[in-house]
């Protein structure tokens, strides 16, 4: 047996790095669950400064201290994913300094790469007694804005690609993982969009034993496919207010405190899922299993939001504008 934790989005941002110049560990409750099993999985969404600027084009943009990136070894942190729509907001010196760091701490990467060559390539790890493949890839609509010119490459979504990705590998290892950044258009919402299912499906057709995904920053519900398992998104692990472009935006509404570790134990013909809810108690990540009633409701409540369309775009227009109206709102000038 095998047991692997996937976390959501990391993110060092703001005073996180204010902890660690003072030596507060925010992650001291959930260390021990993270050290229990044999590897760590994690969305690191905010990588370090750099001494060149910042990518213009990406608002807002997230950067933390490289320093602060040790919170990972806390974390256990065995393979951090890269494929998202922050990975060059410090430019090219942000970028080389995260991945020094990552190599220098024995912490896999992928999904995105300053060669073109190497960006598709998954990592293929013996575990135990078990091969897995990690696959990462981001979608468009997550809006990366990495200039044409930039020198470097993100794994994108293309369904063809991965279609042809899993085949090559998946008569080489027991269990092919695909670990998405996707669901651009409803940033910020409860629930997935409306295709996201029928895309994770076909993933699972291809061959996929699971979908694990990215970007909302909400704890968003799962789909169990043929016996496999699809969450699309774990929402935030750890993030804080930050400061870009001389506005200070803010953890605005609870749902982006809330969050999971999903904990899944691999056997040779199938796997076992179980959950660790946590949540965001002033940059502290505790564990709260209250919030398993909450993600119960949600559930159910998919459930009639994918066979009424009608719902669908009730919830669509909720979050693509009620919700951004107040977040602008929320957030405020530094003065």
Known sequence: MVKISFLGDIALVGKYNNLYQNNINPFIEIESLLKKGHYVIGNL?????????????????????????????????????????HVYDNL????????????????????????????????????????????NYVTEDTNPNIPDDAPIFLNYFDITKIKNDIKKYRQKVDYVIVLLHWGGRLEGGNYPDSDQPEIAK???????????????HTLQPLD???????????????????????????????????????????????????????????????????????YKKRNRNFQYLKKYNLLWLLYYFKVRYYYRILKKIYNRKKI
């Open 45 to 85: 969404e905010c990588l370090s400064e750099g001494n060149e600027g910042e990518n213009l084009k990406k608002k807002p943009r997230l950067k933390t201290n490289k320093v602060t990136l040790n919170y990972l070894n806390n974390l256990n942190i065995g393979l951090a994913t890269l494929a998202h729509n």
């Open 92 to 135: 090219l010196d942000g970028f080389n300094k995260t991945i020094n760091f990552l190599d220098a701490n024995n912490i896999s990467h992928i999904g995105a790469s300053t060669s073109k060559e190497t960006v598709r390539v998954p990592l293929v790890k013996k575990i135990d007694d078990l091969n897995f493949c990690f696959l």
């Open 202 to 216: 076909k993933i699972i057709d291809m061959g996929a034993n699971l979908i694990v995904g990215h970007h909302s």
């Open 224 to 294: 169990i496919y043929k016996g496999k398992y699809i969450f699309y998104s774990l929402g935030n692990f750890c993030f804080s207010d930050f400061e870009s472009d001389n506005i200070l935006h803010k953890l605005d509404l609870k749902r982006r405190t809330k969050s999971m570790i999903l904990n899944i134990q691999f056997y040779k013909d199938n796997y076992q899922v179980d959950f660790d809810f946590i949540k965001n108690n002033n940059l502290n990540i505790r564990i709260d299993n209250t919030i398993s009633i909450e």
